[in-house]
């Protein structure tokens, strides 16, 4: 079974400053995909970030970094030069190719930008 | 490429009644996925089709039923409504090729409202 945990149900940032969302997961497989999504309060999930398990550098798309500690089975989101667009929910989510496509989520963190 | 797309945004039905759901993929992708989501469960998988064939399922009872077409779209049906079913629903499409950096993409999402 694959369980995702994120931790900060809610988190304040400055505006222009860096954010880091935690996210630690947990599974038997040796082989997954961890995933990072954004929710605004529109309702859609918007694709931010992937990481693959064999993945030996952390993933980076623009203002987006996963920190990925595969020891420690966390995939941490780091946000910089946060705006006020990033206010939102935000949800690690978790696949792994044996349990099917399905994606495994983790109960999201709300994050507030103040200007 | 046109995005994810879902009809109708918005729904409101009666205990009892039954829904149907549709869903567009991105143009090329092969696999739909549906997800369930409520303030008190979170994000839950329903269920994937690929080429018309059902290939994963969640934990939902057999009221929760849907179909793929020959053209990738596809419909969820939720028959005989129950009070909880009330939620924001989700689909998702995806290449669907089992690859771990196989990334599903969301649509706007319906929200069904059960009174």
């Known amino acids: 079974a694959q369980k995702i945990t994120q931790t900060q149900p809610g988190m304040f940032v400055q505006e222009k400053e860096a954010v880091t969302l935690d996210c630690t997961y947990d599974?038997?497989?040796?082989?997954?995909?961890l995933f990072w999504y954004k929710q605004p309060s529109s309702g859609e999930m918007i694709f931010l970030i992937y990481?693959?398990?064999?993945?030996?550098q952390n993933a980076t798309e623009g203002r987006y970094s996963l920190n990925f500690q595969k020891a420690r089975k966390s995939a941490n989101l780091v946000i910089s030069a946060s705006q006020l667009g990033d206010s939102a929910m935000y949800f690690c989510?978790?696949?792994?190719?044996?349990?099917?496509?399905?994606?495994?989520f983790g109960g999201g963190t709300r994050l507030m930008v103040k200007p | 490429k046109a995005g994810v797309t879902q009809t109708p945004r918005y729904l409101i039905k009666t205990r009892g009644q039954q829904v149907t759901l549709s869903c567009s993929p991105i143009?090329?992708?092969?696999?739909v996925s549906w997800y369930q989501q409520t303030p008190g469960q979170g994000l839950q998988f329903l269920f994937e089709?690929?080429?018309?064939?059902?290939?994963n399922k969640g934990n939902f009872p057999g009221r929760f039923s849907g179909r793929q077409f020959s053209n990738s779209r596809s419909e969820m049906n939720v028959s005989t409504l129950e009070l909880g079913d009330s939620a924001l629903y989700l689909c998702a499409s995806s290449l669907g090729d089992r690859l771990g950096t196989d990334t599903q993409y969301f649509g706007p999402g319906t929200r069904l409202t059960v009174l």
């Open positions: 990481q693959g398990s064999y993945d030996e």
């Open positions: 599974t038997s497989d040796q082989s997954y995909g």
């Open positions: 089709y690929f080429s018309e064939t059902q290939r």
């Open positions: 143009s090329g992708h092969r696999s």
């Open positions: 989510a978790m696949r792994a190719p044996k349990a099917g496509n399905m994606l495994t």
